[in-house]
């Protein structure tokens, strides 16, 4: 089991920056990637960024590139990770909730997709 846990979003002017975090905790060591999602009103659910667990592949949405940043952490205790996102230069069509995702092997060849409760980022003047 993976338990994830997000914080940060909120409301921002555009062109203004904004950070999520996503702290994962359980097993962690299954965790493959780990990334974000967003869910604008009335649209589906898109990626927006990935990263693998070992920060050596990294994913990003066109609409978004050089202007997020994802990153991974690990604490020193080897109990939790976390990964970032920060967003510069926002646009109002950065809008959405955004969600935190982690693919974690649970049996040789079976993957399973864990997800935050989401947080809301509403880019408005």
């Known amino acids: 089991q993976v338990q994830l846990v997000e914080s940060g979003g909120g409301l921002v002017q555009p062109g203004g920056s904004l950070r999520l975090s996503c702290a994962a905790s359980?097993?962690?060591?299954?965790?493959?990637?780990m990334g974000w999602y967003r869910q604008a009103p009335g649209k589906e659910r898109e990626l927006v960024a990935t990263?693998?667990?070992?920060?050596?592949?990294?994913?990003?949405?066109?609409s978004v590139k050089g202007r997020f940043t994802i990153s991974f952490t690990i604490s020193r205790d080897m109990r939790k990770n976390t990964v970032n996102l920060q967003m510069n230069s926002l646009k109002p069509e950065d809008t959405a909730v955004y969600y935190c995702?982690?693919?974690?092997?649970?049996?040789?060849?079976?993957?399973?997709?864990?997800w935050g409760q989401g947080t809301q980022v509403t880019v408005s003047s």
């Open positions: 995702k982690a693919v974690a092997l649970v049996s040789i060849g079976r993957e399973y997709s864990y």
């Open positions: 359980g097993n962690i060591f299954s965790i493959n990637t």
């Open positions: 990263l693998t667990s070992n920060g050596g592949s990294t994913k990003y949405a066109d």
